[in-house]
């Protein structure tokens, strides 16, 4: 984990306690330090939690401990990439693919051709929705019979699905 421009408004990766996987978030708060995010928010499922080292980081932080103990038992971890020049690029790339993924679904169809989402409604892989709030998408994943994952033209998005009033 970098300690450069952290600052709440920014982006970090992190482990995601709800989505279960490591993915992007934007900084809440930091600690007292100003150094170590505290409340990050996932940018997938825009679900909010204390912030929470990504398994990369783990490694990172466990091969330098066994390197400053002298620990020649365990193997070095080999550096990977070109640290953030080439998350940066690798950030790019990953929004320009969503991007061209979200064109080649959804540009030029017909209105009847999208479900409207509701949450009542169940969804299956490569079904095109309209949104209220995000607009027109399709549907990527199926995570489980109750969430979906939705790219919008602003990226992709957990939705929930086949819920029943209770």
């Not at 027109?136 to 009033?165: H, I, N, S, Y």
Request: aromatic share 6%; hydrophobic share 35%.
């Amino acid at each position: 984990m970098s300690s450069t421009n952290l600052k709440p408004g920014g982006e970090i990766d992190a482990y995601c306690t709800s989505c279960k996987a490591d993915r992007t978030h934007r900084i809440i708060a930091l600690d007292r330090d100003g150094k170590t995010p505290k409340k990050v928010e996932c940018l997938s499922c825009k679900g909010h939690h204390l912030f929470r080292l990504t398994q990369a980081q783990k490694d990172a932080a466990a091969a330098h401990k066994r390197a400053s103990r002298g620990d020649k038992s365990a193997p070095a971890a080999r550096p990977r990439g070109g640290g953030a020049k080439s998350h940066a690029v690798a950030t790019k790339k990953r929004e320009e693919d969503q991007a061209a993924s979200w064109e080649r679904a959804v540009v030029g169809k017909d209105y009847a051709a999208f479900k409207p989402y509701r949450i009542d409604l169940s969804f299956a892989k490569n079904d095109l929705v309209r949104h209220s709030k995000f607009g027109d998408g399709v549907v990527v994943t199926v995570l489980d019979p109750a969430k979906v994952e939705v790219l919008f033209r602003d990226g992709p998005r957990m939705l929930a699905q086949a819920r029943t009033a209770s």
